[in-house]
């Protein structure tokens, strides 16, 4: 059975190792939101790097997610003092669960404060494709998807909650926010 691969990526207003409040706050919820992630029914992993692996996202070991990567258009630092993005990579059951814990709870309440943290951007802060059951995502497919998605708009193998595919391919009824729509399909997932 497929399933989704979801990446992240967006570009902080202050580097990580910022000191100030703000920053530490970010980070406080950050772990909050993926421990409840772990616990969330649709969720099935995360790219964590090997325990005990420091610097900067760039040098850590990943494991089979592969090498870091970022979208082409970060221009902002790479070193750990200088990074200023926030990126994750994730796999989870179908598109439901995905949905429900992003809209819902500690997330959903991190996400009305994006701005505080985030700059504002035209480009898209997430993109989903489905993966072979088995399959391991990395951070370049991620990268690849969203940059795919920015340049030329959803399609089976990079899409977004409003323009969804099905595992098959066949585009869904998509998910907005404050709609109350939940994806459907004509196929069962």
Sequence with gaps: MPHLA????????????????????????????????????????????????QGSHFELDWGVWGEFAVPTWYDKGHAVDTTAFAASLSLWTDLHSAFDAIYTGLHRAALNRRYDWFERSARPGYVFWWVSDGETPTWGDGVSKLEH?????????????????????????????????????????
């Design 6 to 53: 979801l990446y992240t990526f967006g570009v902080l207003k202050t580097p990580l190792a910022d000191p100030a409040p703000l920053t530490r706050e970010f980070h406080e919820r950050g772990a909050a939101i993926y421990e409840k992630f772990s616990q969330h029914p649709g969720y099935l992993a995360r790219a964590e790097p090997k325990a005990g692996d």
């Design 149 to 189: 998605l920015h340049d030329h708009g959803s399609a089976p193998h990079a899409f977004s909650f409003r323009d969804a595919f099905t595992p098959e391919g066949t585009p869904s009824k998509g998910y907005s926010k404050g709609s109350g729509v939940g994806l459907r399909s004509d196929h069962a997932h």
